[in-house]
């Protein structure tokens, strides 16, 4: 059973950094695209940044370019969220999502697998 379990999160400063986690389990990895949304409240589920297994493609979200970096570990099927220079405008609850075939993958309507989510709240 395809599943993806978030970790990381939590209140943090502005200027300071998190990192966020993704375990997906009962997929080939390597076929994914792994990417992460964002949802504050009173707002759509919005992009913040997408991985491509099979090339390692990469794609970032203008509002997050040059803060946030997405990386994975495929011997640990997890992919990550590292968010340095937090702005109180990231706070939101962060979502990590997966899919075999996408086609711009900057749609949340594009993933069928979600993980549980997790809040991250930056304070000024």
């Known amino acids: 059973q395809e599943q993806l379990v978030q970790s990381g999160g939590g209140l943090v400063q502005a200027g300071a950094s998190l990192r966020l986690s993704c375990v997906a389990s009962?997929?080939?990895?390597?076929?994914?695209?792994m990417g992460w949304f964002r949802q504050a409240p009173g707002r759509e589920r919005e992009f913040v940044s997408h991985i491509r297994w099979s090339d390692l493609r990469t794609n970032y979200d203008d509002s997050v370019k040059g803060r946030f970096t997405i990386s994975g570990d495929a011997a640990k099927n997890t992919v990550y969220l590292q968010m340095n220079s937090l702005k109180p405008e990231d706070t939101a609850v962060y979502y990590c999502a997966a899919e075999r075939t996408v086609r711009e993958g900057t749609s949340p309507f594009e993933y069928r697998y979600w993980g549980q989510g997790t809040q991250v709240t930056v304070s000024s």
């Open positions: 009962g997929f080939t990895f390597s076929s994914l695209t």
